[in-house]
Nanobody
Framework: QVQLVESGGGLVQPGGSLRLSCAAS????????MGWYRQAPGKQRDMVAT???????NYADSMRGRFTISRDNAKNTVYLQMNSLEPEDTAVYLCYGNIRSRMWIKALDYWGQGTQVTVSS
């Protein structure tokens, strides 16, 4: 069984910063892409940023330049540094990983439970 557990969310004022972490644990043979998505109430889930196992990154246009995704492969952990936060960034942030649990098993997508980020004065 594979688990993804996020941490680091909370309440921050506009213009502030937060750093999210997501650690994958359990039966893991290899991890391909990892990333962050977010979902605000009544809205669809949107991609924030993704990162491949070799460090190639991709960002949604509205986050480019403000958010930075990184990962520590030795710790099976992905991070999201969020700067210059705006009220529009308020959402539940969900961690994603494309993970192979055994060498002979196809990689599957796993999701964390999410962490709330609220940007408000």
């Amino acid at each position: 069984q594979v688990q993804l557990v996020e941490s680091g969310g909370g309440l921050v004022q506009p213009g502030g910063s937060l750093r999210l972490s997501c650690a994958a644990s359990g039966s893991i043979f290899s991890i391909n892409a990892m990333g962050w998505y977010r979902q605000a109430p009544g809205k669809q889930r949107d991609m924030v940023a993704t990162i491949t196992s070799d460090g190639s990154t991709n960002y949604a246009d509205s986050m480019r330049g403000r958010f930075t995704i990184s990962r520590d492969n030795a710790k099976n952990t992905v991070y999201l540094q969020m700067n210059s936060l705006e009220p529009e960034d308020t959402a539940v942030y969900l961690c994603y990983g494309n993970i192979r649990s055994r060498m002979w098993i196809k990689a599957l997508d796993y999701w964390g439970q999410g962490t709330q980020v609220t940007v408000s004065s």
